[in-house]
């Protein structure tokens, strides 16, 4: 059991009952999205009195139970830091009687959402991304903002790069903002690159933002995907 803090219910983050917390910690306030693979909602952490970003899997009915997809963006994540890159805060949690585990990560037995099994991941919560950004204030998309906002991303896409990691879903609604800071987000279609390159899925990266080679069908590309994706 955790413990409580006096401050936490003058500073109004105490919710009413242990049902309304996950993992006796994360307090959920709002739904921010959905991801790859996940419903997304701000949440409070009652331990630090901070916002979290909390994405909720619902784990698949195979003997592995959770999505491959969701493993890939925790191995991915677990390996990277970059100032503009989404921070992956904490672990994950999952019901589940037979025993699971994961390099450098902590699992606990959790009941929630009735008897359903779910895998939440916690990142550090940020405003706003791009795509409402750009809706909400179009008069502010001025060259400096551009250029500061394209310099972060390429910024950010290089470092991957260099670690032979594709994104694969480069779009608005994936670059997110936390003041003047901007950072890449979901990881959920992202993939290691092999040397030599294999041949890996088309069915990546939303339409609107996807390469000619990918809309051709050709399945052996690079990170110019990326790239091209940052341009649209």
């Not at 997304?40 to 970003?53: E, G, H, P, Q, Y």
């Not at 921070?87 to 902590?106: D, E, G, P, T």
């Not at 359903?116 to 400096?144: A, G, M, R, V």
């Not at 800071?181 to 390159?197: E, H, N, Q, T, Y």
Request: with cysteine; proline share 3%.
């Amino acid at each position: 059991m955790i413990e409580i803090h006096r401050n936490d219910r003058k500073n109004g983050f105490l919710p009413h009952s242990n049902e309304s917390l996950v993992n006796n910690r994360y307090r959920k306030d709002t739904k921010l999205g959905e991801g790859t693979y996940g419903e997304v909602c701000k949440a409070v952490d009652i331990l630090s009195n901070t916002f979290v970003a909390l994405k909720k899997v619902k784990a698949d009915q195979e003997e592995e139970g959770i999505p491959s997809t969701a493993l890939r963006e925790i191995a991915i994540l677990r390996d990277i830091s970059h100032p503009n890159i989404v921070k992956f805060v904490i672990k994950f949690i999952y019901k589940k009687k037979r025993k699971m585990s994961l390099a450098n990560y902590c699992c606990r037995l959790l009941d929630v959402y009735n008897s359903e099994k779910h895998l939440y991941l916690i990142f550090e919560y940020c405003n706003t991304d791009l795509h409402k950004f750009l809706k909400n204030n179009p008069q502010d998309l001025s060259i400096d903002f551009i250029r500061h906002a394209s310099y972060q991303m390429l910024d950010a896409l290089a470092f991957m790069h260099s670690h032979r990691i594709l994104h694969r879903d480069i779009k608005p609604s994936n670059v997110l903002l936390s003041g003047d800071v901007v950072k890449l987000a979901d990881f959920g279609l992202a993939r290691s690159i092999s040397i030599p390159i294999k041949r890996y899925t088309v069915e990546v990266v939303t339409m609107w933002y996807r390469p000619p080679e990918l809309i051709q069908k050709y399945n052996v590309y690079g990170s110019g995907i990326d790239i091209w994706g940052m341009g649209a």
